[in-house]
C-alpha cells in the first residue's frame, strides 16, 4: 500500500485529483469507480475545475440506497449528478449506478457486474471509508469476496449519515453495494480518508489484521491500493514517520 499523509484535506485531495487527471490524459476511455460521501466532495470540486475531458469514460458508482427515489436529494444518482457529473462532459449512457429501485435486486446486481466486466474492469476506483472500516456499504462482517448485493447497515453506520437524513431512522435500512471481490478486481484502489473519526479505521486498514471486521484491510492484498489522507486521518498509524519518508523520497519517475 501506498500511504500518503498531507498535512490537509485539501493538500490530500489534490494529489488524488492529479492521479486521476493522468489516467484520463493517458487513457480517455478509462472505467472509473467512483465514491458518494462528503470525503469526496472537494475531489469532485476539483476534477470539474480541471476541466478534462470525459467524452469517452466510463464510470460505476459504488453503491445505492434501496427505496429511495432517484430524485430524493440524498439518493446517490441524485449526489454525482449534482456534485460531479452535470460539471463534467461525461455521456450519460456511460454512467452506471446501482438502481436501488430494481424490481428483481438480484438480476440488477448480477447486471451491473456484467456491465463492469463488459466494460473491461475498473481501472481506477475510489473509496473513502466509514468509521467501522467499511467500503461502499460492505459492513463488518462483510464476505472479503463478496460481489454486489444487497447488505443491511449498521447502526453506527445509520447513524455517521444520520447528519444527511435528519435522524438515524430516517436512514434507509438497506443498501446495494459492490462487493469487496468486485472492488479487489480494480486495477488501482484510491481511497481517501480525513478528519479523526476516520483515524482508528484507517489504523486497523494499513497496519491491522486483514480481517472482515475491518473490510478495508483486505486492501492490504491489493497489488496497488493508494491511501491519501490528512494527518487527523493518518494520527493513530505507528508508522506515519516511514510512511512521508517513503514519500518525500519517490523516484521522480514514480511522482504524479
Ligand atoms: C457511506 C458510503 C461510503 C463512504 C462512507 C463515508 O457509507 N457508502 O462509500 O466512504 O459513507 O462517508 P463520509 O465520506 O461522508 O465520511
Known sequence: MEIII??????????????????????PDAVLGLATGSTPL????????????WSRATTFNLDEYT???????????????????????I?????????????????????YEKAIRDAGGIDLQLLGIGSDGHIGFNEPSSSLASRTRIKTLTGRTRSDNARFFGSPENVPLHVVTMG???IMEARTNLMLAFGENKAAAIAGTVEGPVTADNPASVLQFHPSAK???DEPAASQL????????????KPDWQSW
Not at 476534477?47 to 475531458?53: E, F, G, V, W
Not at 432517484?70 to 463534467?88: A, D, G, K, T, V
Not at 455521456?91 to 447486471?111: F, L, S, T, V, Y
Open 42 to 53: 472537494r475531489l469532485y470540486q476539483k476534477l470539474a475545475d480541471m476541466k478534462l475531458d
Open 91 to 111: 455521456r450519460p449512457e456511460n454512467i452506471h449506478i446501482p438502481d436501488g429501485n430494481a424490481a428483481d435486486i438480484p438480476a440488477m446486481c448480477a447486471d
Open 67 to 89: 427505496g429511495l427515489p432517484r430524485e430524493h436529494p440524498q439518493s446517490y444518482h441524485s449526489f454525482m449528478w449534482e456534485n460531479l457529473f452535470r460539471h463534467i462532459n
Open 6 to 27: 498531507q498535512p490537509t484535506a485539501e493538500a490530500a485531495t489534490e494529489i488524488a485529483a492529479r492521479i486521476i487527471a493522468k489516467l484520463l490524459r493517458e487513457k
Open 238 to 249: 505507528k508508522r506515519a514517520d516511514y510512511y512521508r519518508w517513503v514519500y518525500d523520497n
Open 180 to 182: 469487496i471481490g468486485t
Open 227 to 229: 491511501v491519501c489522507l
